[in-house]
């Protein structure tokens, strides 16, 4: 039988020098939030593992999270990680089509049975489950028969994740999140609308190094990337704290980069790493464009709506329900950040 390359001796094919691999695993234990005494180990068990069989399932979706992945700038850690999993099927990347991708799917599922990992992105309707198939299958057989060997799922999207866009009121297609069908394995959410690519692969990353999931938040979060809000992280927290506030896109704060609050800011209520690790391979992110935060990696975040109403305005769903406490405050500027941070406690209590 053919020997499998382990992760290490793929790398090294590919011309990564044994510098250029400890600094990758020393940004993967970075962007884990791992001490450094991990790196070693790290090493060790990226380069002894061999290549772990990836199965990517897309059902009601939009493909935007697979163009975040596939968009971000190489080389860069991302690569690096797709270097080192086997991608076994995805309906956008594959080379195969029809029988001969069924096919693929159906070896990779027996070859790896118990170790493989399944990654899905979309909702799952239940509605009427005609209303999307693929090679003649419903997603939700699809994804119970291709779950029922696999170690872990991660659920890539807040489509898949919470049910997202698709799962929106009135929710024609009974759109439902992976979770509330997978019950009798790990099932880890990667949300966002779409979420930043090195955190979908440094989950992998951690897959690889320790053959299993990192430690999740309530709502089956990632806790390195998601275990404190945008508000937390955000550089323009300053202004909120002195009460300087854009009131339109194009006033003055707006041009001299205040806080976004009054523009409709979910950041206080959302909890993702956008303003660390920020996109495009850490150029930027939404509020640095000037563009306040939508809240797309919480549950519900569209339902919620009031994208552009402070969430002081109570004019939307239960995201405003939060954050009624702040009505006055928000206007007050200073008394708006002791109000900010009484209702971002309270919801991190209550959820
Ligand atoms: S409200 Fe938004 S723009 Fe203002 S500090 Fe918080 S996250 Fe940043
Ligand atoms: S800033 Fe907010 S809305 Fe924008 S991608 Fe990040 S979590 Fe989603």
Known sequence: MKRTPTVGEILQAKGVSRRGFLKYCATTASILALPP???PRIAEAIESARRPSVIWLSFQECTGCTESLTRSATPTVEGLIFDAISLDYHHTLQAAAGDQAEAARHAAMEENN?????????????????????????????????????????????CAAFGGIPGADPNPTGA???????TDKPVMNVPGCPPIPIVMTAVLAHFLTFGEL???????????FYGTTIHDRCYRRPFYEQGRFAETFDDEGAKAGWC?????????????????TKWNSGTS???????????????????KGGFYEPLSTGNFDSGAK???????????????ATAGRRRQAKYTKEG
């Open 37 to 39: 005494t991990m790196i």
């Open 114 to 158: 118990g170790d493989y990992l399944v990654l899905v992105d979309g909702s799952i309707p239940l509605a009427n489950p005609g209303f999307s198939t693929i090679a003649g299958i419903s997603n939700v057989d699809m994804l119970r028969e291709t779950v029922a060997g696999a170690k872990a799922v991660v659920a890539i999207g807040s």
């Open 176 to 182: 439902v999140a992976v979770s509330e069908l997978v």
């Open 214 to 224: 990192p430690a999740l938040d309530k709502h089956g979060r990632p806790l390195a």
């Open 260 to 276: 976004l609050y009054k523009l409709g800011c979910k950041g206080p209520i959302t909890y993702n790493a956008c303003a660390t």
């Open 285 to 303: 992110f939404p509020i640095e464009a000037g563009h306040p935060c939508l809240g797309c990696s919480e549950p519900d975040f569209w339902d």
């Open 322 to 336: 939060l954050a009624g406490a702040a009505a006055v405050g928000a206007a007050l500027g200073a008394v708006a």
